[in-house]
């Protein structure tokens, strides 16, 4: 950081042209310094080209094709606002920004960067903390809750299309209603697979429902997005994105590093990530208007992988957050190849840009040149010659003044970071996190009881419900098939005791018969009451089967061959 007092002075040194860009980056006040104006092909370090620190909250642009120096000039701009009490966020893509946390290594090229641009270089580290999406690579774990990342986020990196997002969203609407929160994709999955069911589906019925369809597109979307290991960045505890804000002990700003270089295969992810982290901020943040300073600075790099393929809805509230965020005293830094990779209506929220060196070896390549010198104000460079020749640690400049108003075109050489250059060194890496006060408090994962355990609690209490109620109609069912097949035996019973009854009055009546035959005649209406007499003693006799057992004469072997036969065969 510096003021203007050198460029004021020398300023009649310069070429006419390069006087009038410099006097364009005069700054009283406290600001960035980036570099030694270009021009003619000479470096002029008495023409310092400076950004208002008051102007970094109207957000910007870092582009340029691979290799030509993005993630150093980002380092640069980091070290000065955390020396300014500012903190910044970082994405460490590659793995090579978390050097920031290390002094730098003096040498012969650095001493001939800073002989050039008119800097008194000096190794400095800065104060830094490393995270990492769900624990994944070295930091601390960074989770999200899935209910607060919500519908719009999650249907980007699931790759849904505006159908299934709208569906999405109608789940997560229901969820909130019914106060199922959803902290992981498990808790997701359990709400989406609940409301397809039998069960289910009449809950949504009233907004619209949700198809079978749309349902399995979704469930089989968070399946693979889980066997891409992206399970881990969903959870509890979620991180508080005011930890960002903080300063360190000695009053600068402090950096704060995510590494992504174990998940830069992911890029829809970390990218939708970073948006979250934005989308948070913004929600909690109050409004405080132009600072002198501003609260945080969030370079956001790679992203052109924010914008390929975004819904509208998704676009919307970027450009949305990008819009309004300034005024809770946060700046963002777009970091990506061209300008042409950012929509239009973000591009035209961006008041600082920072342009490497672009590659024209294609017409596609030549194509996104002319675009992007169509984006730059009015200048004395053919900037279309000029940024295809800058060279690395190069960029054309342009940013806003203390006044607001965009500062003239300046090709620029850039400043040599003071922090070392390339990564910090693992075992220094580990330590700074282990070391860290976040790292206990976030560091372990917590399962609590959410969307998934509510409705397997709901769908065990169901299905016990079903078992009784089955175990109770079983018990039901054998009552009354015993009752009957009691009903059965007394009725057969009854059936017997008339058989036997019939038996035994025939073979009486055929013994009487027999005797008066052999005896004097008459004495029939005597013998007929002597029979039925002699019927009724026998029927009602508690003995009468166990005499037609145990007596040796032929009437009593009949009597229970009759009487056993005819049961038996009843039955």
Not at 98 to 111: D, W
Not at 263 to 287: C, G, I, K, Y
Not at 329 to 345: C, H, M, N, Y
Not at 528 to 537: F, I, K
Request: hydrophobic share 45%.
């Amino acid at each position: 950081m510096g003021d203007s007092e050198s460029t004021a002075e020398n300023a009649g040194v310069l070429p006419e042209p390069a006087r009038e860009i410099a006097a364009g980056y005069a700054v009283s006040g406290a600001a960035l310094d980036l570099g030694a104006l270009l021009w003619d092909g000479a470096c002029l370090p008495d023409a310092q080209i400076r950004i208002p620190l008051a102007m970094l909250n109207r957000h910007g642009l870092v582009a340029g094709a691979t290799g030509t120096g993005k993630t150093k000039t980002l380092q640069l701009i980091a070290e000065q606002l955390s020396q300014g009490g500012v903190p910044v966020f970082l994405a460490d893509i590659k793995g090579d920004v978390s050097g920031i946390a290390a002094p730098g290594t003096p040498g012969e090229r650095v001493a001939e960067r800073a002989g050039q641009v008119g800097q008194e270089w000096r190794a400095e580290c800065f104060p830094c903390e490393f995270y990492a999406l769900g624990g994944i690579g070295p930091g601390i774990p960074l989770r999200a809750t899935v209910t607060s990342f919500g519908p719009v986020l999650l249907s980007k990196v699931l790759e849904l299309n505006q159908t299934q997002e709208q569906s999405l969203g109608l789940i997560f609407h229901y969820a909130d209603s019914k106060g199922l929160e959803l902290v992981d994709l498990k808790d997701l999955r359990a709400v989406v697979a609940f409301l397809v069911s039998d069960t289910g589906k009449a809950e949504l019925k009233g907004i619209g429902g949700l198809s079978t369809a749309t349902a399995g597109v979704i469930l089989r979307s968070l399946t693979a997005f889980e066997q891409q290991g992206a399970g881990d960045f969903f959870g509890e505890p979620e991180f508080d994105t005011a930890e960002l804000l903080r300063q360190a002990p000695d009053g600068r700003g402090l950096v704060s590093v995510l590494e992504l270089a174990a998940v830069q295969d992911e890029p829809q992810l970390f990218s939708t990530f970073l948006m979250w982290l934005l989308a948070d901020l913004f929600h909690d943040l109050p409004e405080v208007g132009d600072l002198d300073r501003p609260k945080l600075v969030f370079f956001f790099d790679e992203a052109h992988l924010l914008f390929d393929g975004a819904s509208k809805a998704f676009l919307e509230s970027i450009t949305r957050t990008v819009r309004l965020i300034r005024s809770k005293g946060i700046g963002i830094f777009f970091v990506t190849q061209t300008p042409r990779d950012v929509p239009a209506e973000v591009l035209a929220q961006l008041g600082n840009r920072v342009q490497h060196a672009l590659r024209a070896f294609t017409p596609d390549d030549a194509k996104a040149l002319r675009s992007t010198v169509k984006t730059f104000p009015n200048s004395p460079y053919d900037l279309e010659e000029l940024l295809t020749r800058l060279g690395i640690g190069e960029a054309v400049i342009t940013v806003l003044s203390e006044n607001g108003a965009p500062t003239p075109v300046a090709a620029t050489r850039l400043r040599a970071p003071r922090s070392l250059m390339g990564p910090c060194p693992a075992a220094e890496l580990d330590a700074a996190v282990k070391g860290s006060a976040l790292y206990g408090r976030y560091a372990q994962a917590v399962d609590r009881e959410s969307a998934y355990e509510k409705l397997s609690a709901g769908q065990e209490a169901e299905r016990r419900a079903a078992e009784a109620a089955e175990a109770e109609a079983a018990a039901t069912a054998e009552t009354a098939a015993k009752a009957v097949k009691a009903a059965k035996a007394a009725k057969a019973a009854k059936a017997a005791e008339a058989a036997d009854r019939a038996a035994v009055e025939e073979a009486v009546r055929g013994e009487r018969e027999r005797e008066r035959g052999h005896g004097p005649g008459g004495g029939g209406g005597k013998a007929a009451e002597e029979d039925a007499s002699l019927v009724e003693q026998v029927v009602r006799s508690g003995m009468f089967r166990s005499l037609a057992r145990s007596v040796g004469t032929q009437l009593g072997r009949e009597i229970s061959r009759s009487l056993f036969g005819t049961a038996r065969r009843r039955r």
